[in-house]
Nanobody, 124 residues
Framework: QVQLVQSGGGLVQPGGSLRLSCAAS????????IGWFRQAPGKEREGISI????????YSADSVKGRFTISRDNAKNTVYLQMNSLKPEDTAVYYC?????????????????WGQGTQVTVSS
């Protein structure tokens, strides 16, 4: 079965850190760009961190630049999102997604496989 399974997330205080994981099963991530998206209540889904299949091209939204880091471990077929210096406005449901091809695709329409989503809440 082809799927992306997310783990991590939860409740954290402002200034804290979390790491999200996204493990692929049924296919290899080697040839896929991976994107992390998030959707807050009443807002559109936004792409926040993208990495190309070859790891030579990444994108970070201005809202998370310098705080969030995307990485992949192809041996584990897993991608991570390290989130530091979290703010209340980072509260959202976070999704990982995989898109076939060489680029760091920014549009959610490019992505074929999606994780189940995980809630991140930043609150004191």
């Amino acid at each position: 079965q082809v799927q992306l399974v997310q783990s991590g997330g939860g409740l954290v205080q402002p200034g804290g850190s979390l790491r999200l994981s996204c493990a692929a099963s049924g296919f290899t991530l080697d040839y896929y760009a991976i994107g992390w998206f998030r959707q807050a209540p009443g807002k559109e889904r936004e792409g926040i961190s993208i990495i190309s299949s070859s790891n030579d091209n990444t994108y970070s939204a201005d809202s998370v630049k310098g705080r969030f880091t995307i990485s992949r471990d192809n041996a584990k077929n897993t991608v991570y999102l390290q989130m530091n210096s979290l703010k209340p406005e980072d509260t959202a449901v976070y999704y990982c997604a995989a898109a076939w091809g060489p680029a760091a695709y920014r549009s959610a329409d490019e992505y074929t496989y999606w994780g189940q989503g995980t809630q991140v809440t930043v609150s004191s």
